[in-house]
């Protein structure tokens, strides 16, 4: 019987101490970021954005990658933990040649969701900003 109890106890403690993990994870990162192009009218061929994420120290501590991006649709990334600022670099193919640019802006990640609109109106350069 002693047995027993003792391991409903350790059951009993290992789901709660699980669920208290979990909870922790998901409010811990819940910044993340949602790129949308509307180059449409320039008329690409194709778009690849990579995306090089920040902390406040300027240290790269993350990169994605969006290849072949649907010009007009959005998606959404989730930045690392410790990810406080975005730089954008573009690629785009045109029938006139390729345009490999960074975005002029720094993108500040820290509000819940930052949006982003990448237009024939958005500032570029050929170096990090950063």
């Not at 009993?12 to 819940?30: F, K, M, P, Q, Y």
């Not at 790129?35 to 406040?56: K, M, Q």
């Not at 690392?80 to 975005?103: C, N, P, R």
Request: hydrophobic share 40%.
């Amino acid at each position: 019987m002693k047995r027993f109890i003792l391991w409903v106890m350790i059951l009993l403690a290992t789901t709660v101490i699980s669920s208290c993990e979990r909870d922790e994870a998901r409010g811990r990162n819940r910044t993340f970021y949602k790129v949308e192009t509307n180059l449409g009218h320039l008329n690409p061929l194709n778009i690849d954005l990579y995306f090089y994420e920040y902390d406040d120290y300027g240290y790269l501590v993350n990169q994605q990658v969006w290849e072949g991006v649907p010009d007009g649709e959005a998606k959404s990334f989730r930045p690392a933990s410790d990810a406080t600022q975005l730089v954008i670099y573009l690629e785009a193919l045109f029938y006139e040649g390729t345009l490999k640019a960074y975005l002029a802006e720094v993108f500040q990640l820290t509000e819940r969701r930052t949006e982003i609109v990448i237009n024939g109106e958005t500032q570029i350069t050929e170096y990090n900003p950063i």
